[in-house]
Nanobody
Framework: QVQVVESGGGLVQPGGSLRLSCAASTSRFSIYTMAWYRQAPGKQREWVAT???????NYADSVKGRFTISRDNAKSTVYLQMSSLKPEDTAVYYCNTNLLQKWPWGQGTQVTVSS
């Protein structure tokens, strides 16, 4: 089974930036549309952004203009550049495919936005 490992989270002040990474253990990474999701305490996991196999992107309204998703197929890695962070962005961030049958979820990476 494919495994994903997220990294790059941390504590940041409002208005700050972070870059998350997600490495997937598959040599066929380039064919998958990848997505970032997040789950805040007490809330359901929600979709954040998607990138297609050829680089097309889509974003949730709550992050549009502040977050940028990208990928490096040679490294089987997807990134999420987050800027102008807000306290409401605090969550555990996960990556996965956008397929209905997803890969096993990774541990995620915690992002905390607080002064």
């Amino acid at each position: 089974q494919v495994q994903v490992v997220e990294s790059g989270g941390g504590l940041v002040q409002p208005g700050g930036s972070l870059r998350l990474s997600c490495a997937a253990s598959t040599s066929r990474f380039s064919i998958y549309t990848m997505a970032w999701y997040r789950q805040a305490p007490g809330k359901q996991r929600e979709w954040v952004a998607t990138i297609t196999y050829n680089g097309g992107t889509n974003y949730a309204d709550s992050v549009k203009g502040r977050f940028t998703i990208s990928r490096d197929n040679a490294k089987s890695t997807v990134y999420l550049q987050m800027s102008s962070l807000k306290p409401e962005d605090t969550a555990v961030y996960y990556c996965n495919t956008n397929l209905l049958q997803k890969w096993p979820w990774g541990q995620g990476t915690q992002v905390t936005v607080s002064s």
